[in-house]
């Protein structure tokens, strides 16, 4: 059994969602845990026990808290410690509000804007927003890569993402649409000794239910192991 540590829950991307979509994965080999108040609980040393974390979070305490989980000298696990886990050999996938991280959206104080910097250093992309909800077609760009293994082009009605890719970034497909354009959908990179991938997708509960999806977001978990 493959145990995952996924984070969840933020103003816009309630927990239920993503809770529901991973469960749909319950079985295929994999433990999944969830953790929501991230800035209270998670420590280096329940980080260290997973060979894989996902965040599907952006940078909210809680749905009902919005006050920014990233606060150097008061959260345990900022984006550094991310970084140094995911050097040390560690998998990260970050998926759709765990892409949505940009300065303007956070708190002006230095001690919330350094570590929301070093999380977009960290996960290579910027935010700069999305048209409103539509339908969005994933292309696959690279089938040759593990994490593209058997999925086909799909369209679910979701948040296109829009952001700004930087650094050394394979992408795997690009997502279509008629108000947002042609943007990059997924990309991956090895940090040191371990992985990073990146999905734009997963807003909405169909987007999970697709079976395209939940395999890209499966080869996504085994290629980071």
């Not at 420590?43 to 809680?62: D, F, G």
């Not at 900022?78 to 991280?101: D, M, R, T, W």
């Not at 927003?129 to 799909?154: L, Y």
Request: include cysteine; aromatic fraction near 12%.
């Amino acid at each position: 059994m493959k145990r995952v540590l996924v984070l969840c829950d933020d103003l816009w991307h309630p927990a239920e969602v993503i809770e529901k979509g991973f469960a749909l994965m319950e079985g295929d080999a994999y433990q999944f845990d969830f953790i929501l108040a991230v800035k209270d609980i998670l420590t280096p040393e329940r980080l260290a026990q997973y060979p894989v974390v996902i965040n599907c979070k952006s940078n909210n305490v809680i749905a009902a808290n919005t006050e920014p989980w990233f606060e150097e000298g008061v959260t345990e696990v900022c984006p550094q410690q991310f970084l140094e886990y995911v050097e040390k050999g560690g998998g990260f996938i970050s998926i759709h509000s765990g892409n949505a991280f940009s300065e303007k959206f956070c708190k002006p104080e230095e001690k919330f804007q350094k570590p929301c910097r070093e999380y977009i250093e960290f996960v290579g992309n910027h935010f700069t927003g999305h048209p409103p909800r539509c339908p969005v077609s994933v292309r696959v760009t690279n089938p040759e890569h593990p994490v593209m293994k058997g999925v086909s082009d799909f369209t679910e009605r979701d948040e296109h993402y829009q952001v700004e890719v930087f650094g050394d970034a394979e992408t795997l497909f690009e997502t279509v649409s008629e108000t947002g354009g042609v943007q990059t959908g997924g990309y991956v990179k090895t940090i040191g000794r371990g992985k990073l991938c990146v999905l734009m997708p997963g807003h909405t509960l169909a987007v999970w239910e697709n079976e395209n999806f939940r395999r890209i977001v499966r080869n996504a978990i085994d290629w980071c192991m």
